[in-house]
């Protein structure tokens, strides 16, 4: 099979060496490109894509922007359930942290928002665990524990416990930033999942329709070099080895991917057995966005993979043109 190339992913653009500034018209366009590419999946075909992350989402140098790598995704059945262990551990929402077996297309919609904070960051994740345990208390130093965001629903999940209740801080998080913007991520990130926004609303959201606008196809950047995720890999082993010659501690590295069972598993089928918390949830070893390496077994691959084409625009709400959406 033989699949077109794209210049660049988003985790390659987002971990340059020197670092691309993205600007605030450019996030707009990836963003408003991959929820209408979500919007095509979940409305139009009900598929869950199930591993939205930046090394699937394909970036040309003419502006095209495409989601891929459908290894994961399934179509979606509101009477059954799904495999726990999907999604990269990094874009993972809570509910499935939790041992949630019945979920929707609001998973994709959490992992389109942790991509979104990555990008507002200039490329640091907003979560970083490093096993499930710790990525779950990475979320709820940021998000709140599920009985201060009123998710009752959360004490019926297989692995929830009991926690010191923290607040939700995420705004606080992104203090600064353009307000518009960081409504649009509060409800991308809201832990309980049926009150998360869809990718309908979110395209509707005020973030696309108030200034700056949003970057033109044409205007999109022609980067000289290609940058994609096994590039990244190749940068972070040799910094590794650098800094093992030194004598120091390796820098810090991303998870595996969904399937790769990094801990032990407790009573009840509950993960375990990772390291806790860190000191620091953003180390300063670990500045950039640093991918987890594909580790999937199935047919696609991150640099050759299947994909829907460009998005096509939606028409009649917002004042936008006729036409229907499709895939981005």
């Given amino acids: 099979m033989v699949f077109e190339y794209c210049d660049h992913d988003l985790t390659g653009l987002l971990d340059t060496d020197p670092p691309i500034a993205f600007t605030k018209e450019q996030i707009k366009y990836y963003m408003k490109c991959l929820f209408e590419a979500l919007y095509y999946l979940h409305k139009k075909v009900k598929i869950l894509h199930r591993d939205v992350k930046g090394a699937n989402i394909l970036i040309s140098n003419n502006g095209d922007v495409k989601l891929a790598d459908f290894g994961l995704a399934r179509a979606h059945n509101e009477q059954g359930k799904y495999t726990n262990r999907v999604v990269t551990l990094w874009y993972r929402p809570p509910e499935l942290l939790l041992g949630s077996y019945m979920y929707d297309q609001k998973i994709d919609m959490w992992s389109a928002g942790c991509l979104f904070a990555e990008m507002l960051r200039n490329g640091k994740p907003l979560f970083r665990g490093s096993s499930e345990l710790n990525h779950l208390e990475e979320i709820y130093k940021v998000c709140g524990t599920p009985d201060m965001n009123g998710w009752e629903e959360a004490k019926t999940l ?26 649009l991520l509060d409800q991308l990130l809201t832990m309980d999942p049926k009150k998360r926004i869809d990718s309908d609303k979110a395209l509707d959201h005020n973030y696309f329709f108030v200034p700056p606008e949003i970057m033109k196809k044409e205007e999109h950047p022609r980067y000289t070099k290609n940058h994609h995720e096994y590039e990244s890999k190749k940068r972070r082993a040799q910094r590794r080895a650098q800094t093992k010659a030194r004598g120091n501690a390796y820098p810090s590295k991303r998870p595996r991917d969904a399937n790769w069972h990094s801990q032990s598993r407790g009573q009840g089928g509950a993960p375990g057995g990772g390291r806790g918390g860190r000191g620091s949830v953003y180390p300063s070893s670990n ?28 028409g009649g709400s917002r004042g936008r043109g006729p036409g229907t959406r499709g895939p981005g």
């Fill in 287 to 314: 500045r950039r966005s640093y991918p987890p390496p594909n580790s999937y077994r199935h047919g696609g691959s991150n640099r050759y993979p299947g994909s829907y084409g460009q998005a096509f625009r939606r």
């Fill in 158 to 183: 297989p692995w929830y416990k009991k926690h010191e209740p923290l607040p939700r801080r995420l705004k606080d998080e992104f203090h600064g930033v353009d307000p518009v913007a960081v409504d």
